[in-house]
């Protein structure tokens, strides 16, 4: 019970972190060292699955795909995705270089606490990490595509964000955006209830999840080092998206308004500066804490 308990609150670590824009629930999954499971439990609703299931052997389907483990986590995701959501949204209208600061602490903090799992730096491990970074950052400045509503397009784009969701560094709806299909996707497909379009995108999404799981998973195994290694340079590179003193570029979607990018400022030496670097190291002892914890040292 105090392992479940464990697993919910990581959980709403992770939904906290899919409520920041441009961060992903992956990396809180990667620092507190449940990413792997992760992804070998949603891996693991395969061909087996469905026959214990149809089976009716519940007891042995729960075991093969960690499903107590799952529904702890998914739980903690959700409770926290409803609580948080509007405090976050009131912080960053009232308060958005404070909150920005925070969490900018966090994935800093999160660089080091990831790449330092990584037990051997070599040769191989260091350019992984570097081409993640450039990745990263090369995504920060990219310019949003015009919408596509083919079938074909339409489960790339069902793939690529659902698969961005779980992969620290990167928000699922940042990439629709960029493939320019966010409006299409999230806003009139959903309100419209279009299934032209949410169809091929569930079954890019359902596939793309599955088959990026099984991806993962068999990378992990085989090349540990420089997985970790990609991935902490990915969140290094997201970084210039929490860089705390930045104008947004707001683009309309039908009623609603969403960030397509940042103009970047220089910070002025002022109280404010002063007080945003304190928040900033509440978040990296935030992480610090949360990395403590999950190695059963608390």
């Given amino acids: 019970m105090k392992e479940l308990i464990g697993v919910f609150f990581k959980g709403m670590a992770m939904g906290a972190a899919n409520v920041i824009p441009g961060v ?27 026959k214990l299931l149809a089976a009716r052997d519940f007891k042995k389907f729960a075991a093969h ?18 609580s948080l959501a509007r405090l976050f949204d009131f912080l960053f209208v ?6 920005w600061s925070f969490f900018f602490g966090l ?7 990831v790449g330092k799992t990584i037990e051997k730096w070599t040769f191989a491990v260091v350019v992984v990490f570097i081409i993640g970074f450039i990745a990263a950052l090369a995504i920060t400045f990219l310019t949003p595509a015009t919408e596509d509503d083919s079938f074909f397009y339409l ?3 069902g793939v690529v964000a659902i698969c961005s969701m779980i992969l620290p560094g990167l928000s699922g709806s940042f990439v629709l ?44 195994k085989r090349f540990r080092n420089q997985t970790i290694g990609i991935l902490t340079g990915f969140i290094f590179g997201s970084l210039g998206i929490i860089w705390p003193w930045k104008d947004e570029i707001i683009q309309q979607f039908g009623d609603k308004s969403k960030v397509v990018g940042y103009n970047w400022l220089v910070p002025q030496m002022d109280a404010q500066f002063f007080l945003a670097i304190g928040f900033m190291f509440i978040g990296i002892l935030t992480i610090w804490l949360m990395e403590h914890l999950a190695k059963g040292k608390g």
């Fill in 94 to 99: 009232n308060y958005p270089v404070y909150i």
């Fill in 107 to 113: 994935i800093l903090a999160s660089v080091y606490f």
């Fill in 155 to 157: 489960v790339i784009c």
């Fill in 24 to 50: 992903s629930g992956g990396t809180i999954a990667l620092i507190t060292g449940i990413f792997e499971r992760l992804i070998n439990g949603i891996k693991s609703f395969n061909l087996k699955a469905i």
């Fill in 177 to 220: 955006i960029l493939m320019g299909n966010y409006q299409l996707v999230m806003i009139d497909a959903i309100n419209q209830l279009r299934l032209d379009v949410l169809i091929p995108v569930a079954i890019g999404a359902g596939g793309g999840l599955l088959g990026f799981s099984y991806l993962l998973s068999w990378v992990f």
């Fill in 65 to 82: 795909t960690d499903l107590i483990f799952l529904v702890s986590l998914f739980l903690g995701v959700g409770v926290s995705i409803i």
